[in-house]
């Protein structure tokens, strides 16, 4: 069986995280081909962030050594076959536009790409979020009426 070759690589790691090292960027994120890369900042050179960014490495390119010396960065190797919507800002999340009212969409539904999926309220102002692709939707990530941050993930979604 031919397993498939990875486009991450050690001395890639080792230059992203010099450059993260070196740079004011607390975080990077790279994906292609399906793995994401995602490099953060430690905010103390500890055991655990060598040890956990050495599992991680290692797990992911099993046939390759790692460096148990590497500053203290983490980096998370996500394979995920489903696309994230994501908060474009901080608020407050609802699954409807009432708080009696039905959900704009529900675990298993299909939508369509510029379909409304929740809103987020900022400052008195209700946006509507809507999908970036047509798919499935395959998990709700925050619970309705919570606080939600820029960036983080509201629902995934199957684009098969």
Same mark, same amino acid.
Request: proline share 0%.
């Given at each position: 069986m031919k397993t498939k070759k990875s486009w991450i690589d050690l001395d890639y790691l080792k230059d992203l995280s010099a450059f993260l090292k070196d740079s004011d960027i607390s975080e990077l994120e790279i994906e292609k081909?399906?793995?994401?890369?995602?490099?953060?900042? %430690? %905010?103390?050179?500890t055991s655990y962030g060598l040890r956990r960014i050495h599992e991680t490495v290692a797990a992911a390119l099993p046939s390759m050594s790692v460096n148990r010396s590497a500053p203290a960065i983490t980096a998370e190797v996500i394979e995920d076959k489903y696309f994230t919507v994501r908060s474009p800002i901080v608020g407050t999340f609802f699954r409807s536009p009432t708080p009696d009212g039905e959900a704009y969409v529900n675990i298993g539904d299909v939508v369509r790409k510029g379909q409304i999926l929740c809103i987020v309220e900022a400052m008195k102002l209700m946006n509507e979020i809507e999908s970036e692709i047509d798919g499935k939707v395959v998990e709700a990530l925050v619970e309705d009426s919570h606080p939600v941050e820029y960036g983080e993930a509201l629902f995934k979604i199957d684009p098969a």
């Open positions: 081909d399906g793995i994401r890369v995602k490099i953060k900042k %430690s %905010s103390a050179q």
